[in-house]
């Protein structure tokens, strides 16, 4: 089986035809399946741009949501519309909504967003402001102390939901693949061949999966987990584990391109 592996294409700041030409090169590939690991678009044309490579592509998109797909809306919003969107449309289905996928005999699929949880780094003293909190609700308008419990609530969701659903997946295959959408681990979090400093790291990599994932395979030695993510916008590959391995994927906006095709055994 081949999967092309798309990150951060940000649909939304494309023409039409832009998207419409992106799609073919997607198809001249000829994959089997697509791995979209988030920043699609932004929350008012998410699902008219999911239905439209979905159309254009027939192949099953498995997907998780960045940051930037809930620009100009609200997360619980988005995820209601996406999930109301993926059961109109069969081959797209939204990872944290649909478990553990079978791709293979030996391969399992799992699955979620993510977020930059503060964790890393040094929060208290970041100056740094992203268009998140003044273009998502839920991030909308708080101190930087009721800010901070909101991004370790999204670190901790997403974490929580991976401490159940890894090992059922593990039940079953000897290698998964996980797609999310921040970086796991801080060498994980590449910037310009380098790991982020700790004024962006907070925002940039979620340290309440990585736990998660290193506590999961640390206790499945002859498991192989592959991690798949985006947000950096820069690439590089970090082997935390013999057995756990991350690949951030590299993005330029209103230039999407794929990140690569992936042989899954």
Not at 22 to 40: C, K, M, Q, Y
Request: net charge negative; glycine share 8%.
């Amino acid at each position: 089986m081949q999967a092309a592996w798309l990150t951060d294409i940000h649909l939304d700041f494309l023409s039409r035809q832009g998207c419409d030409t992106f799609f073919t090169t997607i198809a001249s590939h000829n994959p089997d399946v697509v791995f979209l690991t988030g920043d699609i678009s932004v929350a008012p044309s998410l699902l008219a741009h999911l239905h439209g490579m979905s159309e254009a592509l027939h192949k099953p998109i498995y997907f998780v949501l960045g940051n930037h797909d809930f620009y100009h809306g609200s997360i619980g919003e988005v995820r209601a519309s996406v999930r109301e969107g993926c059961h109109a449309n069969l081959l797209l289905k939204y990872l944290p909504d649909a478990g553990v996928i079978p791709l293979t005999a030996s391969t399992g699929l799992v699955g979620h967003d993510g977020w930059g949880d503060s964790r890393y780094g040094n929060y208290a003293t970041s100056p740094v402001k992203l268009n998140d909190h003044v273009l998502i609700k839920e991030l909308t308008g708080l101190t930087p102390s009721k800010l901070e419990q909101q991004l370790l609530r999204l670190g901790d969701e997403a974490a929580t939901y991976l401490r159940k659903t890894l090992p059922l997946a593990f039940d079953r295959y000897r290698q998964v693949i996980l797609l999310t959408h921040v970086p796991p681990f801080r060498e994980s979090c590449w910037y310009q061949g380098q790991v982020s400093n700790n004024e962006w790291l907070p925002f940039f990599a979620c340290q309440a999966v990585g736990e998660v994932l290193r506590e999961t395979m640390e206790a499945r030695p002859h498991c192989q987990l592959t991690v798949y993510c985006g947000h950096t916008h820069n690439s590089g590959t970090a082997h935390v584990l013999p057995n756990l391995t991350i690949f951030t994927g590299a993005a330029e906006y209103g230039v999407p391109q794929v990140n690569a095709v992936i042989e899954v055994e």
